[in-house]
């Protein structure tokens, strides 16, 4: 049986940094009901986790569950959660989900207390702490789900918005490497995990350079294989930088720094708002919704992202630039 002084774990499978965004006020709230304010928490690699969360109090530990795609995946699955929950021997598991293969595994390694969202799923008979999310509440979105689930458990959570920690190193390196650029700063998140979230590069340029007369310096945030796309599509534009290459701590805090944020339905996107940069999301199939009082949407309608214009963008910029203030809030 496991240890009464073994680790909380918090499993939350979704695979993507915008996802972890949204477990977080969520996550904060179960390591408060500790007595050492912090759990051990298990996620997909895609997530990044360990680096997203580097510096976040309540977080002891990031643990990896890998998601895979073959016939046996379940079984794979539910393996490797069982032998995590032995080595950890947790005293509580937490699954913020409707899935029964870590519920099983928890189970099966004897971690003597087991939650999980049910929503009328085989999980349930698998778990031994309710109450759980009724069934009728599958198709909701996952924030409303998180948030129903905090309130049947007793859990406090008095803000919806992540508030990310930064790693002070990060943003004094990132400082340090853009202090001759000038402010106001715009970052573009030109990244996507899918073409049906991607806004063409090529409107992204042609709203820096109607954008070009409130922002000094427009920096193009995304993962290394969209740099030269970025390239490409910023030509001679000046005052436009390809900042693909930072690593995610240093691009997190350079959108942080930032006055404002244009950017795909993406991680970026979610971290922007989860840093407190103003940020307009451009969104795509299944639009995440403006959980953040930092974060607007332009929907082009029945998810199609390629109907968003530069005009709506750039009207949407300068609307928000000029009611909020950006020019003085940061670089």
Sequence with gaps: MSSPSGPVLVY????????????????????ATTPEGRVVLVARPSSRAAEVLAVEPSVARVLYAPHYKDRLKGVRETIDFYRLCKAERPRAVWILEK?????????????????????????????????????AMRPAHRIDKLAAFEAAHGLVVTSREPALKLDPEAVATVKARYADQPGPWLCLGIGASEPARTWPAERFAETARRLADLFGTVFWVGGPHEADAAKAAIGDLPNNIVACDLPLDQSAALIALSA????????????????????????????????????????????????????????AVRARFVSEAWAHTRA
Aim: hydrophobic share 45%.
């Design 99 to 135: 899935i029964d293969r870590p519920a099983i595994a928890a189970a099966l390694a004897g971690a003597p207390e087991r939650r999980g969202f049910g929503l009328g799923h085989g999980q349930e008979r698998w778990l031994n702490r309710g109450p759980f999310l009724p069934k």
């Design 12 to 31: 939350a499978p979704d695979r993507g940094i915008g996802d972890l965004m949204w477990h977080l006020p969520t996550i904060r709230a179960i390591a």
């Design 260 to 315: 404002g944020f244009l950017g795909n339905d993406s991680g970026a996107l979610n971290v922007a708002a989860a840093v407190g940069t103003p940020c307009v999301g451009l969104m795509g199939t299944a639009p995440v919704p403006a959980y953040s009082k930092w974060l607007s949407r332009l929907d082009g309608g029945a998810g199609r992202i390629a109907d968003i214009t530069v005009d709506q963008a750039v009207a």
